[in-house]
């Protein structure tokens, strides 16, 4: 196998960090701080009005992040010296790996659900409220419950993701 050169490397490396900082930090200050915010100070009718447009304009940095990460993260571990081949876990460093990756698979899902079912679900109902018609408070409630969930549920998994890079990080 030929050197890659330190330059190809270290932009790989620096691209991985800011496409994490990018969907790892829009995801926490969204759920952390954003959406409590929002539930407490505008009305349920306003809440699904904004949080609707903030989520279209977020979920395509999110994707675009997804696939910067994996596309540079894949290059980093083919250059890893202890990458032994695809699905090869003989080591610490592999385990980390395969278990870090198993949680992003997991995170892509509950990004497709609230992507392509929640959101557009909270969308209609806002554009269906905007028009005058009767919304059930049940299924706006329901629905609400559901992006928040998916979002703790996005942020836990992110920490275990960061939990499982750092220990393979620290594998020599």
Do not use: C
Not at 6 to 20: D, E, F, N, Q
Not at 21 to 36: K, R, T
Not at 89 to 107: C, M, Q, R, S, T
């Amino acid at each position: 196998m030929s050197e890659i050169p330190y330059w190809v490397l270290s932009l790989a490396y620096w691209l991985h960090m800011l496409a994490t900082v990018v969907w790892i930090g829009g995801m926490f200050v969204l759920s952390v701080l954003i959406m409590p915010y929002v539930k407490k100070n505008l009305t349920p009718e306003q809440r699904i009005s904004f949080l609707s447009g903030l989520q279209q304009k977020f979920q395509p940095v999110g994707w675009l992040s997804l696939v910067v990460l994996g596309a540079t993260g894949m290059f980093q571990m083919s250059e890893h010296p202890l990458y032994e081949g695809f699905l090869s876990i003989h080591n610490n460093w592999a385990v980390a790996l395969f278990v870090k990756h198993i949680l992003v698979v997991i995170l892509v899902v509950f990004m497709g659900i609230m992507t392509w079912i929640t959101l557009p679900k909270l969308k209609r109902l806002a554009m269906a409220q905007n028009l005058g018609k009767a919304v059930d408070p049940i299924e706006r409630s329901k629905l609400e419950r559901s992006e928040i969930t998916i979002n703790r549920i996005n942020i836990v998994l992110s920490i275990l993701v960061l939990l499982f890079t750092a220990l393979a990080r620290s594998v020599m």
